[in-house]
């Protein structure tokens, strides 16, 4: 179930903490899916990892791990998790840049997706891109997610506005 060809997901360690430090402080990896683009210390990345990624009732986060070569390669999860109304938010990066697109995002994805909907018995999953990110917004209407909305010049990246775009997909919308 947490697994594909090329990858595995598990859940969130404390050893992970210094490798998600060297991502979460990697303008490169954060460009397209951070807002703030902060550079954090080890305290608050240990802290971060410890109270929101590992014991969070409201999150589930999982390391994304190449099987070829057992590395972690970047980090998934679902965040704002509301059991009653049966739906999350999902956020991902894949912090190893050697292994930018090669379908590896898509994998990953598609794991925490069917988790989603098949085990957690979720209704709905939505998710929060930048504009600029055109791969990503391939990869998220390939998987069925569907664009709910915009809100309008709200990250400034570069010296210019960009939107921030809502997307959504239902259970029954889910291609895996």
Known sequence: MF?????????VEKGDTEK???WRNDTDVMFSTNPSLDV???DDTREFVENVLIHSDSS???????????VPIGITSLINIDYKNRNAECIIDIGEKEYWG???GTEALSILLNYAFQELNLHR?????????EKAIKLYKNLGFKEEGNSRQSLY????????LHMGILKEEFIN
């Not at 390391?63 to 057992?70: A, C, D, G």
């Open 60 to 70: 589930k986060s999982y390391m994304i791990i190449e099987k070829e070569n057992e």
């Open 102 to 104: 090669q379908g590896y």
């Open 20 to 22: 998600y430090h060297s």
């Open 125 to 133: 999953v939505s998710l929060r891109v930048f504009s600029f990110n």
């Open 40 to 42: 954090y210390s080890l």
């Open 157 to 164: 990246r570069n010296g210019q506005w960009h939107d921030i």
């Open 3 to 11: 697994s594909s060809k090329r990858i595995k997901l598990r859940k």
